[in-house]
Structure formats: structure tokens, C-alpha cells
């Protein structure tokens, strides 16, 4: 399993980044995916998951209304659009990928659900 993340990048707050997630080495629609951030000396928060058996999607209270997860599976690539972007979202993002297991919801609560993780993109909103 790889998973190479993209997109991060020093925004102002109010702003807008996309993040991509390009997978490989297993089969894309049997799984969940998502993306998780931790901010300094803060711990790791599921943001944003999709089921790609089913398109179920979650999103953190922190995030509904301002991030949409998206998968595109002819290119195995999923996308976090981050929009009216906060100082308090500044944090390294992950992409996760797992089996599709339990619900959505469940899997993207609980950082133990996911047993591959990229290597993490920064995301910096200034205020």
C-alpha cells in the first residue's frame, strides 16, 4: 500500500487548499479512506473519511461545511477541498487507508482503524 499526499502548502485564513491522495498497491474500491491531521502538541484528529464500496463520507463538527472529501476512483486518487480555511486547522495532514470494515463514522474516529498512512503534507493558515 502507498499513499502519497499533495496539495499542502501556507494559506491565509479564509482561504482555500485541495489536497490529493494518489493510492496504489491495493484494490482502491474495497477500501476507506481519509485524512487525519495532528497539530503540535495536539492529538491526531480524523477529519474526513470516504467509503469507496459505498460512498458513505464523515466529517469532524470542526470541519462540516468547510472541507468535502471526494474520490475519483479511474485515477485511485482521493481529495480533501478545504474551503474558509482557520488558524486552528493548521495541523500535518494524512492520508489513511484501510479495508472497509465498520461504518464510516466509527473507522474515521479512531486512528487505529487505519493501518497505512502517508507521509504527511503541512497545511499553515496564517491569520
Known amino acids: 500500500v502507498q499513499l502519497v499526499e499533495s496539495g499542502g502548502g501556507l494559506v491565509q485564513a479564509g482561504g482555500s487548499l485541495r489536497l490529493s491522495c494518489a493510492a496504489s498497491?491495493?484494490?482502491?474500491?474495497?477500501?476507506?479512506i481519509g485524512w487525519f491531521r495532528q497539530a503540535t502538541g495536539k492529538p491526531r484528529e480524523g477529519v474526513s473519511c470516504?467509503?469507496?464500496?459505498?460512498?458513505?463520507?464523515y466529517y469532524a463538527d470542526s470541519v462540516k461545511g468547510r472541507f468535502t472529501v471526494s474520490s475519483d476512483s479511474a485515477k485511485s486518487t482521493v481529495y480533501l477541498q478545504m474551503n474558509n480555511l482557520k488558524p486552528e486547522d493548521t495541523a500535518v495532514y494524512y492520508c489513511v487507508a484501510d479495508p472497509h470494515r465498520l461504518s464510516i463514522r466509527t473507522m474515521c474516529r479512531h486512528s487505529a482503524s487505519f493501518r497505512s498512512w502517508g507521509q504527511g503534507t503541512q497545511v499553515t493558515v496564517s491569520s
Open positions: 498497491g491495493f484494490t482502491f474500491g474495497d477500501y476507506a
Open positions: 470516504i467509503a469507496i464500496t459505498d460512498s458513505s463520507t
